[in-house]
């Protein structure tokens, strides 16, 4: 069983930045497409970022030109830079592994939550205006 335990989320500013993590503890992280979605209070979870295994990235348009996601495959981590954070932007963030795929991946699959079959717990982000 994947775990996928996320870190660094805590409270900030709006217009503040901030990184959030996610360690893989699975053995061939590189095989593998990995995502962050977000669920805020009363919302349904949604999609904010993805990269695949070879690196290519995908974001929200919520996000775009803000957000920021990066992979160490030698460290077996995904990272999260949030740049100029809004109050809209509060939720908790999850960390998410994709089933093995070729090396190249629609923009749709990677949105869909169906596409992953391992999640963290999330990690809460909370931006005060």
């Known amino acids: 069983q994947v775990q996928l335990p996320e870190s660094g989320g805590e409270l900030v500013q709006a217009g503040d930045s901030l990184t959030i993590s996610c360690a893989y503890s699975g053995r061939i992280f590189g095989d593998y497409n990995m995502g962050w979605f977000r669920q805020a209070p009363g919302k349904e979870r949604e999609f904010v970022a993805a990269?695949?295994?070879?690196?290519?990235?995908f974001y929200a348009d919520s996000v775009k030109g803000r957000f920021t996601i990066s992979r160490d495959n030698t460290k077996k981590t995904v990272s999260l830079k949030m740049n100029s954070l809004k109050p809209d932007d509060t939720a908790v963030y999850y960390c998410?592994?994709?089933?093995?795929?070729?090396?190249?991946?629609?923009?749709?699959?990677?949105?869909?939550?169906?596409?992953?079959?391992?999640w963290g717990q999330g990690t809460q982000v909370t931006v005060s205006s």
């Open positions: 990269i695949t295994r070879i690196g290519s990235t």
């Open positions: 998410a592994q994709s089933r093995r795929t070729a090396y190249y991946v629609s923009a749709e699959y990677l949105m869909d939550q169906s596409s992953y079959v391992a």
